[in-house]
Nanobody, 115 residues
């Protein structure tokens, strides 16, 4: 069964850092562009970063220069290193395939940035 399991969220002060992890099933991880999405209260879910099978990365403008997406093929895991966090980064973060969602959404991991 295709699964995505996110972890690594927490409460951090503005300016702090967190690293999120997403463990994916091998078939999904190895054959798709993977991305990190986030959903803030009252807002639509949005894609913030993606990483192709070939290592090409893309970022939403508001996180460029602060977030880094990477993937570990040995562990079938996608990471999101988040630095210089801002209160507006507060959201539930999810991983999934890009551009089409091919896996059931995981439970997500909550990131809360205090000012």
């Amino acid at each position: 069964q295709v699964q995505l399991v996110e972890s690594g969220g927490g409460l951090v002060q503005a300016g702090g850092s967190l690293r999120l992890s997403c463990a994916a099933s091998r078939i999904i991880f190895s054959t798709n562009t993977m991305g990190w999405y986030r959903q803030a209260p009252g807002k639509e879910r949005e894609l913030v970063a993606s990483n192709t099978r070939y290592g090409t990365t893309n970022y939403e403008d508001s996180v460029k220069g602060r977030f880094t997406i990477s993937r570990d093929y040995a562990k079938n895991t996608v990471y999101l290193q988040m630095n210089s966090l801002k209160p507006e980064d507060t959201a539930v973060y999810y991983c999934n395939t890009v551009p089409y969602v091919r896996a059931k959404w995981g439970q997500g991991t909550q990131v809360t940035v205090s000012s």
